[in-house]
């Protein structure tokens, strides 16, 4: 089973949105000094989709495609839910166009007061979608996912801004049922940042082998 994935043309939105991204840095490549994730990974690539939000043409361009996918897809949908943190604005934008409710999932239930892990206008028997701004191992996005179903949320999908396309991803979205939608593919952003001489030829084949085995680059 493929992951499902919402496609445009290649110079349509995930193009522009693309662009967009490495434009103003929220995507940087280094392929020859990689960054060091949380986890201990080594990275040639750092995201930080936060910086999306101070430019309005950018944020409405993602929320525009977000509403494409829901429209030609998902038209069921009822509730549109945030995953903490990044994906919270983006689910607050997309819900105000398209006049639907709106929650987040926070990583784990809060330990005090209600401790509620949904905020926000979340019912049982509720079609769902979980919004995300970066799909890495999928880890954040199916656990907001499974939080929902627990509390009685139909989840149809994850809708991602950017996903680097990792196996370990696509089998989250095979065992789970649930499918992931992205805006930008992994492929995408790669040749745009060569046309746009962010990076050079010689490195694509390195870029596109740390996409197959994430966990060894750089060893």
């Known amino acids: 089973m493929s992951e499902p994935t919402f496609t445009v043309e290649y110079d349509d939105l995930s193009y522009t949105i693309a662009k967009g991204l490495l434009q103003i840095g929220a995507v940087e490549l280094r392929p020859h000094q990689p960054f060091t994730w949380s986890s201990g990974w080594r990275s040639p690539i750092y995201c930080d989709n936060r910086l999306i939000l101070g430019y309005p043409l950018l944020r409405s361009q993602v929320v525009s495609g977000f509403e494409s996918i829901i429209d030609y897809e998902l038209p069921a949908v009822e509730l549109i839910a945030g995953a903490a943190t990044g994906g919270i604005p983006h689910a607050a934008m997309l819900a ?7 929650a987040y999932v926070r990583a784990e239930a809060k330990a005090h007061g209600r ?7 979340a019912r049982p028997g509720m079609k769902a979608v979980v919004i995300e701004d970066t799909l890495s191992t999928g880890r954040s996005a199916y656990q907001a996912a499974q939080a929902l179903r627990d509390a009685g949320v139909d989840v ?5 801004i950017l996903s680097y396309d990792f196996d370990v991803a696509t089998k989250r979205a095979e065992d789970t049922g649930i499918p992931a939608y992205r805006l930008v593919p992994y492929e ?3 040749q745009v940042a060569l046309e746009r001489g962010d990076i050079q030829e010689s490195d694509v084949a390195l870029l596109m ?4 085995s994430p966990d060894t680059y750089g060893l």
């Not at 401790?115 to 206008?121: A, H, L, P, S, T």
């Open 188 to 190: 995408v952003l790669i």
């Open 209 to 212: 082998r740390w996409r197959k």
């Open 115 to 121: 401790g509620k892990q949904i905020e926000g206008y």
């Open 96 to 102: 105000d166009r398209l006049g639907l409710p709106c």
């Open 156 to 160: 149809m999908a994850i809708l991602t």
